[in-house]
């Protein structure tokens, strides 16, 4: 499921300013990046499966690897887990009402952070 007009698809940001507003918010880096694009994910574990949260970007000056990079922000996606073959996120899945207004509000929230020292 991709959430459309956050407006977290318009901001450009420090890539170590991001690391910290998004780990506040439970959003990790770990290992998901390369030289270009990062990847946040924040997991979700309910009774009907778990779920990912994902916030994407790519730099746009420097590289993730310097963690000196401004990172242009893509639209937001949450997804299901398939053991064992990865997460989907496709127009069929069902996910959760409650977990889809808990994913908004988190959203809300990270712009609003965001925008405080986004470019």
């Not at 994910?41 to 994902?54: A, I, S, V």
């Not at 996910?95 to 990270?110: H, I, M, W």
Request: hydrophobic residues 35%; charged residues 35%.
């Amino acid at each position: 499921m991709k959430f459309e007009n956050t407006g977290i698809e318009k901001l450009k940001a420090d890539l170590g300013r991001l690391d910290e507003v998004m780990l506040s918010h439970g959003l990790v880096r770990e290992g998901q990046w390369d030289y270009e694009r990062v990847t946040f994910d924040k997991k979700f574990e309910l009774k009907d499966g778990t779920f990912y949260l994902r916030l994407r970007g790519y730099a746009v000056e420097g590289d993730i690897d310097s963690r000196r990079a401004i990172i242009q922000l893509l639209p937001p996606l949450l997804g299901k887990h398939y053991y064992p073959h990865g997460v989907e996120y496709g127009e069929g899945e069902q996910f959760p009402a409650s977990l889809v207004n808990q994913c908004k509000n988190l959203l809300d929230r990270l712009k609003e952070e965001i925008e405080a020292f986004a470019e």
